[in-house]
């Protein structure tokens, strides 16, 4: 049964950084590709970031380029996303997936399993 669980969550400035934290058995065979995706209120899930296995492949969507890094630590079964200067509309819940294939792209329809999700607010 694959398990994916989002820490790392909270309330931040803007301006703020926060790091997230996805952990999981997918993760440490490095044989999974491990995706970033976020809901805002009244909106569709939308892919973030994304990391191939063997980190051969990442993707990150326009609004994120410079400002979020993703990183995967198969050692500690942990796939890290970097957030700094975060803006207002950063917020939402934040989810980790994994489509488990090497690698697809960073669309959420791709994906087949997915974390609980883990809450990020970006306030003044």
């Known amino acids: 049964q694959v398990q994916l669980v989002e820490s790392g969550g909270g309330l931040v400035q803007p301006g703020g950084s926060l790091r997230l934290s996805c952990t999981g058995s997918a993760i440490s065979s490095d044989y999974y590709a491990i995706g970033w995706f976020r809901q805002a209120p009244g909106k569709e899930r939308e892919g973030v970031s994304c990391i191939s296995t063997r980190d051969r492949y990442t993707y990150y969507a326009d609004f994120v380029k410079g400002r979020f890094t993703i990183s995967r630590d198969n050692a500690k079964n942990t796939v890290y996303l970097q957030m700094d200067s975060l803006e207002l509309e950063d917020t939402g819940i934040y989810y980790c997936?994994?489509?488990?294939?090497?690698?697809?792209?960073?669309?959420?329809?791709?994906?087949?399993?997915w974390g609980q999700g883990t809450q990020v607010t970006v306030s003044a």
């Open positions: 997936a994994t489509p488990l294939r090497r690698w697809t792209g960073c669309r959420p329809y791709e994906y087949d399993y």
